[in-house]
C-alpha cells in the first residue's frame, strides 16, 4: 500500500485508472477508512476515463493515528462552539482539508475532482471554499452544513453510532455483531441488506486498523466546524449535492441546506436511500459524479 507524506504526515492511498486522466479524489467518512469506497465502485468510476484516488483519513486506516492526543467531550466542544469560541481539540476539519491537499502535492496532481461522503463531504466543501484552485468540481454525499438549526441523527440512529462496541480482540463476534447493528439502522431501507457482504466488508476494515480514539478525534472535529454556511456560499465550481431520502444518521435537509447555500449547485435526492451507498445504486451515483465533472474542464 503507497504512502505519501502530506501536511507532516503519513496518508495511505491507491488509485485506479490512467494516470494521465483527469484526478477523482474520494475521501471517505466519519471512522471509516478508505475501503468503504468499494473496489467495484471505484473500478466503475474509473472506467469512465477518470484517474480515481482514494486514501485512508488521518487518525484512521493505515494513515497515522494521532496516539496520544486526547480525545475531546463532544459536549464540551459544541458547547465552546456555541459561545463563539475556538474549540480545543486535536484536530480540524480544515486540518483534514488540508491533508486531501497536500496528498494532491505529493502526487504532483495540480486540481482534482473532490468527492465526499459524510464527513468526507464536510472536508471537499472546506477544500472546495479555501482552496478553489484545487478543485476541479465538488460532490457531496449524504453530507450537511453546520446548520445548527437543522434536526441532527434521530435517537436510534445517534444510539446505534454511540454505543461502544466490545473490543474485537476479546468478542469479534460482538464487535460485528455491532457493526451489523449499526449498518441496519442507517442502510438504506429501500434495498436489500446484504448481511455476508456487511460482514466482509466490516472484516476487512477490522483488519486494516483498528483505533476508536480515532474515531472520537474525528467526531470533535466535525463538531468543532461549526456553521459552514457562510463558507459554502463562496464556492464556485460544478457541484452535485447527494442524499438519501431515508437517510437518517443525516437526513435529507442537510443535503437540502447544502444545496440551497451553493449557488448553482445540483440536487439529487434518492428514495430508499440511506447513509451508505448499496451496490444498487452506484450506477445512478457514479453517473451524476461524472455528470457533474464534466461540467468542469481542465485549463488548457
Not at 477518470?50 to 475531546?72: E, K, M, W
Request: aromatic share 4%; net charge negative; proline share 8%.
Amino acid at each position: 500500500m503507497p504512502k505519501a507524506t502530506a501536511n507532516g504526515i503519513a496518508i495511505a492511498y491507491d488509485s485506479f485508472g490512467p494516470k494521465a486522466a483527469e484526478p477523482i479524489l474520494l475521501i471517505s467518512g466519519l471512522g471509516v477508512p478508505m475501503i468503504r469506497w468499494t473496489l467495484p465502485f471505484c473500478q466503475a468510476l474509473a472506467g469512465h476515463g477518470y484517474q480515481v484516488i482514494r486514501f485512508d483519513n488521518r487518525d484512521i486506516g493505515l494513515s497515522t493515528h494521532c496516539d496520544g492526543a486526547p480525545v475531546p467531550e463532544i459536549a464540551a466542544v459544541a458547547a465552546a462552539v456555541a459561545r463563539g469560541e475556538r474549540p480545543d481539540v486535536p484536530y480540524t476539519l480544515h486540518d483534514m482539508a488540508e491533508d486531501a491537499v497536500g496528498l494532491l502535492d505529493a502526487l504532483g496532481i495540480e486540481r482534482a475532482h473532490a468527492v465526499g461522503r459524510s464527513m468526507g463531504g464536510m472536508i471537499a466543501q472546506v477544500m472546495a471554499s479555501e482552496h478553489p484552485h484545487r478543485v476541479l468540481s465538488l460532490t457531496s454525499i449524504m453530507s450537511s452544513t453546520g446548520n445548527p438549526d437543522l434536526a441532527g441523527a434521530t435517537p436510534e440512529a445517534m444510539a446505534a453510532l454511540t454505543r461502544p462496541a466490545p473490543h474485537p480482540l476479546e468478542d469479534q463476534a460482538g464487535f460485528l455483531a455491532h457493526s451489523l447493528a449499526l449498518s441496519r439502522v442507517i442502510g438504506s431501507p429501500g434495498y436489500p441488506f446484504d448481511e455476508a457482504a456487511q460482514r466482509v466488508q466490516a472484516l476487512a476494515e477490522l483488519a486494516r486498523a483498528y483505533n476508536p480514539a480515532g474515531f472520537g478525534r474525528q467526531i470533535a472535529a466535525i463538531a468543532a466546524a461549526g456553521d459552514r454556511r457562510a463558507r459554502l456560499s463562496t464556492i464556485t465550481v460544478p457541484t452535485l449535492v447527494v442524499h438519501g431520502a431515508a437517510d437518517k444518521l443525516v437526513p435529507a435537509a442537510g443535503g437540502r441546506d447544502t444545496a440551497a447555500n451553493i449557488r448553482g449547485a445540483e440536487l439529487k435526492v434518492i428514495d430508499g436511500m440511506g447513509h451508505d451507498l448499496p451496490p444498487e445504486l452506484h450506477e445512478t451515483i457514479i453517473q451524476a459524479i461524472v455528470g457533474n465533472a464534466r461540467r468542469a474542464r481542465l485549463p488548457a
